[in-house]
Structures are given as structure tokens and as C-alpha cells.
Nanobody, 115 residues
């Protein structure tokens, strides 16, 4: 059974940092391209960052320079380091594992940025 379990979401103040984790099981993690998506209330889900199996990374413009995606294949885990958080980063963050026709999602973790 494939599971993606996110953790690390919290309520933080603007300017603070947070690291999200997504632990995968049931897949050969190292061959999957991994991504972090977010969905704010009333908005569509958007791609935040991706990291390929070769560790190539891409970011949406809104988070470039503030967020860093990384992976630890030994721990079957992908991370999202978020710095200088802004209220507009408030959303449910989900991780995604994709390879060939396989596409798996986690349940998400809530990040709220508010003073």
C-alpha cells in the first residue's frame, strides 16, 4: 500500500520559517519525481516545487528564493524548507509522487501564516 504522510505544518508569524516533511512508503522512492502542492481556501491547487529523481528542482515564481525542496532517498522523505513566510503562503500543503502512469498524493498539512 502506497502512503505519503506529510508533517510539519503549523501556525507561524510572517517572516518565520517552517520545514515540511513527506514520508513515503510502498514505493521505490528514489525513482519517483516528488512535488509539493498547495491549496488555499477558495483557490485552485497550485504547484509549489518539484524535485526529480535526479534531484533537479523547480519552483513557482512566488516562492523562488524563499523555499527549498530536497529529498533524502535513504529516508524515503522529501522536504520543503520555507523561509520568510508570508500570509499568502497560507494553505494546505500536499506532497505528490509521480512516475510513468503512477501518481500518488498525501493528505496534506496545514500551514497558516498570520500575526
Amino acid at each position: 500500500q502506497v502512503r505519503l504522510v506529510e508533517s510539519g505544518g503549523a501556525l507561524v508569524q510572517p517572516g518565520e520559517s517552517l520545514t515540511l516533511s513527506c514520508a513515503a512508503s510502498g514505493i521505490f522512492f528514489s525513482i519517483y519525481d516528488m512535488g509539493w502542492y498547495r491549496q488555499a481556501p477558495g483557490k485552485e491547487r497550485e504547484l509549489v516545487a518539484t524535485i526529480t529523481s535526479a534531484s533537479n528542482t523547480k519552483y513557482v515564481d512566488a516562492v523562488k528564493g524563499r523555499f527549498t525542496i530536497s529529498r533524502d532517498n535513504a529516508k524515503n522523505t522529501v522536504y520543503l524548507q520555507m523561509n520568510n513566510l508570508k500570509p499568502e503562503d497560507t494553505a494546505v500543503y500536499c506532497c505528490n509522487a509521480k512516475q510513468w502512469s503512477f501518481d500518488f498524493w498525501g493528505q496534506g498539512t496545514q500551514v497558516t501564516v498570520s500575526s
